[in-house]
């Protein structure tokens, strides 16, 4: 963006045993313009990462972890 934002939130559910976050969410406000994120470490199989863009929109379905169809070797 060029800028710092404007405002910030950001909520973050913890894991009561380990105390790591589990669930954090976020909100970049720069004022025309905003940005959003959520990260769950205890989400999957369910991944995914949306890019949206002026250009236009890129989905990348299970970016951190193989399909658990697929064979590794």
Do not use: K
Request: charged content about 15%; some cysteine; overall charge negative.
């Amino acid at each position: 963006m060029g800028r710092e934002p404007a405002q910030v939130v950001s909520p973050v559910q913890r894991d009561p045993e380990f105390g790591t976050d589990v669930l954090s969410s976020g909100i970049l406000n720069f004022g025309s313009t905003c940005s959003t994120f959520t990260v769950g470490t205890q989400s999957y199989p369910s991944q995914r990462v949306d890019l949206i863009g002026t250009a236009g929109e890129i989905t990348i379905h299970l970016p951190f972890n193989a399909w658990t169809d697929v064979l590794l070797r």
